[in-house]
C-alpha cells in the first residue's frame, strides 16, 4: 500500500506497462524470468513488474549498501519470488532470463558491455534499455 502512495509510483506503473506493450507477445509474463540491472535501494520497477506479470525478478546493483536496503524492502513486502544480486552487469551470466530490463542511471559505457555480454547469451527474448529521452528495445 505504501509503494503504490510512493510520488514516483504512477510515473513506474505507466512505464512498467508500456514495456510491457512494446514486448514480443509472451516475453514479459509469468512462468518467464526477468532481471532489472541498476535496481537500487528501491527496485520499484522491478516489484511493479512483479506484480502486474508474476514473473521472477532478480535485482542487479553494484552497491552493496542499496543491495541490502533492496532485500530488506522485498522481505518486508513478502515477495516470495524476487531476489538481489549485488554484482556488476557486465559480470552476469543472462542465460538463465527471458527478460532484461537496464535502469536509465547504468551509465552508457556499461549499458554498451552489458548489451554486449547479452548478444553473447542464448536466451534473453526482449530487452528495455532505458534512457532519460525514452525506451529502447
Given at each position: 500500500?505504501?509503494?503504490?502512495?510512493?510520488?514516483?509510483?504512477?510515473?513506474?506503473?505507466?512505464?512498467?506497462?508500456?514495456?510491457?506493450?512494446?514486448?514480443?507477445?509472451?516475453?514479459v509474463a509469468a512462468g518467464r524470468k526477468a532481471v532489472f540491472i541498476g535496481a537500487g535501494a528501491l527496485p520499484l520497477t522491478a516489484i511493479i513488474l512483479n506484480r502486474k506479470t508474476g514473473?521472477?525478478?532478480t535485482?542487479?546493483?553494484s552497491d552493496p549498501a542499496a543491495?541490502?536496503?533492496?532485500?530488506?524492502?522485498?522481505?518486508k513486502l513478502g515477495i516470495a519470488n524476487m531476489r538481489?544480486?549485488?554484482a556488476?552487469?557486465?559480470?552476469?551470466?543472462?542465460?538463465?532470463f527471458d527478460t532484461v530490463f537496464i535502469a536509465s542511471l547504468?551509465?552508457?559505457?556499461?549499458?554498451?558491455?552489458?548489451?554486449d555480454?547479452?548478444?553473447?547469451?542464448?536466451?534473453?527474448t526482449f530487452v528495455a534499455v532505458r534512457s532519460a529521452e525514452h525506451l529502447h528495445t
Open positions: 500500500e505504501t509503494l503504490k502512495n510512493f510520488w514516483y509510483g504512477d510515473c513506474y506503473d505507466k512505464r512498467v506497462d508500456r514495456e510491457i506493450t512494446c514486448a514480443p507477445a509472451g516475453s514473473m521472477p525478478v535485482c542487479v546493483d543491495c541490502r536496503r533492496a532485500e530488506a524492502l522485498i522481505e538481489v544480486i549485488c556488476d552487469g557486465a559480470d552476469l551470466n543472462y542465460n538463465r547504468v551509465p552508457q559505457p556499461l549499458k554498451e558491455e552489458i548489451i555480454e547479452i548478444r553473447n547469451s542464448k536466451t534473453p
